[in-house]
């Protein structure tokens, strides 16, 4: 059997049924139903906060189910749990939090496993940054999707490094695995042949579109500063319609999220390509998103926002025969080989350094995210000409709209088939889960010293015992050679008088066991005098009274008179 993650659910992240359909929700309910479809493990995981989460999880999964599997519970509040499945599986880069808590406990237990999506944000740039800080290690691994994000994220180490060298010495290195495994598709769902054939005259049917025009499709969020500015395409778009003289259509499939949103790319199409057909559908309806592909002829996605990182949508079109024309940008560099799945049409930045003040910006809060990519976009240009060449190629060649269609349908089974992304995911945790059991000489193989949990301090310096951080407010620490006799409200019914109001209703939050308090009463005995090394060596013996939990009882009953501590001379 292979090797598993447990994976951390949230029902948003894995949820593309809602009216904010996004692209990190497509992916995630893809890998969540290519991991239970494909995987190879005896058993699934799922960490989640509450019983109720996990049952939604296996709702989720039941109809992706191809055998029965056992699907097991490991609860948020219990992380050493996760080292029955060895990996957690996290949708995202920001796995610091999480490589902290694992140092309360034993690091080598289990791995943790992020993937990236958008990388553009100050929260995911500060999670990189902090590789070099929070306590990973070799068995530890952060997905990148495309070699694009890869590249990204080691110039972002890497001037992040030489600022850290600078300001307190040293090479800062960091342990964590950066392989690149792509986004995948489900190739089985596509359909070919006769099938597909049905379903596209189906829809030109529906929506009015003779048999002989060219229909150029776009899928996605339409929405100009956040994915794709329309302009571009729409003058392509005219261009080529009268150029050729075909009847051309334009399918824009996706959703609006203002309803002047809505407007303005209207009146953009009516005004830059009157002589193209332009309808809108509503992307985010299942049925339409699975089968909106066999309408088409050509697929176009020209993005140009720096929060696009792999591109999913031409990989769906090149399942379902079609060919793309996409822009040369970030992840699509890599999935669309130009001239064999379709054309890449060239794009152009400013020369670094001419847009500091938005970062800057950024940081500082006066420009939002949306804002900060949408003016980031707006400096991102896509030649129009180099498109419009594109698209009258295949609008004119039906053949080479086949044969481009076959190229990029044996592509997306050869390389972005979910079946093939998941083991290539098992291959990964099966080699984290190697790297762990070598223990430290793993990070001494690759010149790295790994991360050892520390003994005689917090495992994490910003979230330490309170009782540590604070140590020098009080008069007095509790030590072992101080003396414990009864106080003035040991006797039963003060006792009971303060278990109604004050230890109950006042300090209802703390940790102190009834248990525990009775057992140090017995263990001074009536009237009697003990020291605490005493009281811990007797109580200690039992495997649920460890002796922090003494200490913290003792203190808590001198708190309210229970217990009095023999003034030092």
Not at 104 to 109: A, L, M
Not at 423 to 441: F, H, M
């Amino acid at each position: 059997m292979g090797t598993t993650a447990a994976i951390y659910y949230n029902r948003e992240g894995y949820d593309t049924g809602g009216q904010r359909l996004l692209g990190r929700q497509a992916a995630g309910e893809g890998f969540l139903k290519g991991l239970v479809r494909y995987g190879t493990a005896e058993h699934l995981y799922c960490q989640a906060a509450t019983r109720g989460e996990f049952q939604d999880f296996c709702r989720r999964i039941e109809p992706w189910m191809p055998r029965p599997r056992a699907v097991r519970w490991l609860p948020l509040h219990q992380p050493q749990a996760l080292t029955e499945a060895g990996t957690l599986y996290f949708p995202s880069p920001g796995l610091s939090p999480l490589a902290w808590q694992r140092q309360y406990g034993d690091p080598r237990s289990y791995s943790l496993c992020g993937v990236t999506h958008t990388t553009a944000s100050t929260a995911v740039m500060q999670a990189v940054g902090d590789l070099f800080i929070a306590p990973f290690q070799p068995w530890d691994a952060i997905v990148c999707t495309s070699n694009a994000v890869k590249t990204w994220m080691e110039s972002l180490l890497e001037r992040w490094g030489d600022y850290l060298a600078q300001r307190i010495g040293g090479t800062p290195h960091t342990e964590i695995q950066l392989p690149v495994i792509p986004l995948g598709v489900d190739c089985e769902a596509f359909l070919s042949g006769e099938e597909a054939q049905r379903v596209r005259h189906q829809w030109r049917q529906r929506l009015g579109i003779p048999p002989e025009a060219i229909v150029v499709l776009f899928v996605g969020r339409l929405i100009a500063h956040a994915k794709a500015h329309p302009v571009p395409m729409y003058l392509a778009l005219e261009r080529v319609a009268q150029s050729t003289r075909q009847p051309l259509y334009l399918i824009q499939s996706g959703w609006f999220e203002f309803p002047e949103h809505e407007a303005a790319f209207k009146q953009t199409a009516a005004a830059f390509c009157p002589s193209v057909r332009v309808g809108f559908l509503d992307g985010r309806q299942p049925d339409l998103r699975r089968s909106i592909w066999y309408a088409a002829d050509i697929l176009i996605s020209l993005a140009d926002n720096i929060q696009e990182t792999f591109g999913l949508v031409p990989i769906e079109a090149m399942a379902a025969g079609l060919p793309v024309v996409v822009s040369d940008w970030n992840g699509y560099k890599e999935s669309v080989r130009h001239g064999i799945d379709g054309f890449r049409v060239p794009t152009l930045l400013p020369p670094p350094g001419c847009a500091l003040e938005l970062g800057l910006q950024h940081f500082e809060g006066s420009l939002n995210y949306s804002t900060y990519i949408g003016h980031t976009a707006s400096l991102t240009a896509v030649d129009v000409e180099a498109c419009t060449q594109a698209l009258k190629v295949l609008v004119e060649n039906a053949e080479l709209r086949q044969q481009m269609g076959e190229n990029g349908r044996r592509r997306a089974r050869e390389v972005y088939d979910w079946q093939g992304v998941i083991a290539a995911y098992e291959a990964l945790w099966a080699e984290l889960a190697q790297v762990r059991s070598c223990g430290d000489t793993a990070g001494r193989s690759r010149g790295v010293p790994t991360v050892s949990r520390p003994q005689d301090r917090s495992p994490y310096p910003l979230a330490d015992d309170p009782l540590r951080l604070f140590s020098h407010y009080p008069t007095h620490t509790l030590t072992d050679d101080r003396q414990v006799s009864w106080g003035a409200m040991a006797a039963p019914e003060a006792r009971r008088q303060l278990g109604a109001f004050a230890m109950n209703q006042v300090g209802a939050g703390l940790r102190v066991g009834e248990e525990d308090l009775e057992a140090i009463l017995e263990a001074i005995g009536e009237g009697g005098s003990r020291s605490v090394a005493e009281i811990v060596r007797q109580l200690g013996r039992s495997p649920s009274s460890h002796p922090h939990r003494i200490y913290r009882t003792i203190v808590y009953l001198v708190k309210f008179d229970i217990l009095r501590l023999t003034h030092r001379s």
